[in-house]
């Protein structure tokens, strides 16, 4: 089976703008998390997907969201972004939420 | 609160050393614990979970609730398993809270 995608793999964006990410689970997969991963917060928790219902919610301002759609795939949003969000965004999927297999990761970088 | 730490940063060992990445949690409840493995340029993978209670590439965990630890250890290390470990806890749903982890380096 064909591991997690993201895309894209880098970004660079200015302050103030918006982002969508995207993440492509495994086949079979029903839940999708995110997480963020900063030099200084370490790997946290942003929100599982599961069955296109957003099941669980990190510690992060309403600026960042996503969804699922019907195959699973997700996208993630950050709007207004600041020079606080650049981070390496990752995204995990799993056929029940535990044991979560890892993306690659998109690096953001915000200027 | 729901916390997990991993007191050491970096752990050198030799090949052929035992090896025992530390692992404490904070969780008022019946969580269920992971550690995860990063290699040089690879993603993110699950190494083990508690409650499968398996030896993964000649690594073992053990729960250890009294002392909410759960510490990663394996009787000889090799050369491969320099890498980057996180110990992570699953407790309210299927988050998951990682620690901050520890770089094990393994040298010949």
């Known amino acids: 089976k064909a591991g997690v995608t993201q895309t894209p793999r880098y970004l660079i964006k200015t302050r103030g703008q918006q982002v969508t990410l995207s993440c492509s689970p495994i086949s079979g997969h029903r839940s999708v998390s995110w997480y963020q991963q900063t030099p200084g917060q370490g790997l946290q928790f942003l929100f599982e997907?599961?069955?296109?219902?957003?099941?669980n919610k990190g510690n992060f301002p309403g600026r960042f969201s996503g969804r699922q759609f019907s195959n699973s795939r997700s996208e993630m949003n950050v709007s207004t972004l600041e020079l606080g969000d650049s981070a390496l965004y990752l995204c995990a999927s799993s056929p029940t939420g535990f044991g979560q297999y890892f993306g690659p990761g998109t690096r953001l970088t915000v200027t | 609160a729901q916390r997990v730490t991993q007191p050491e940063k970096l752990l050198s060992v030799f090949k052929g050393a035992p090896v025992e990445l530390k692992c404490n949690y904070s969780y008022s409840g019946s969580p269920e614990l992971f550690w995860y493995v990063q290699y040089s340029r690879q993603r993110l993978q699950l190494l083990l979970r508690?409650?499968s209670r398996e030896s993964i590439k000649g690594f073992t965990a053990d729960l250890n609730k009294g002392e909410t630890s759960f510490h990663l250890k394996k009787p000889f290390a090799q050369e491969e398993d320099s890498a980057m470990y996180y110990c992570?806890?699953?407790?309210?749903?299927?988050?998951?809270?990682f620690g901050k982890g520890t770089t094990l380096s393994v040298s010949s």
């Open positions: 992570a806890l699953s407790g309210r749903g299927t988050a998951l809270i």
């Open positions: 508690h409650i």
């Open positions: 997907y599961f069955s296109e219902t957003q099941r």
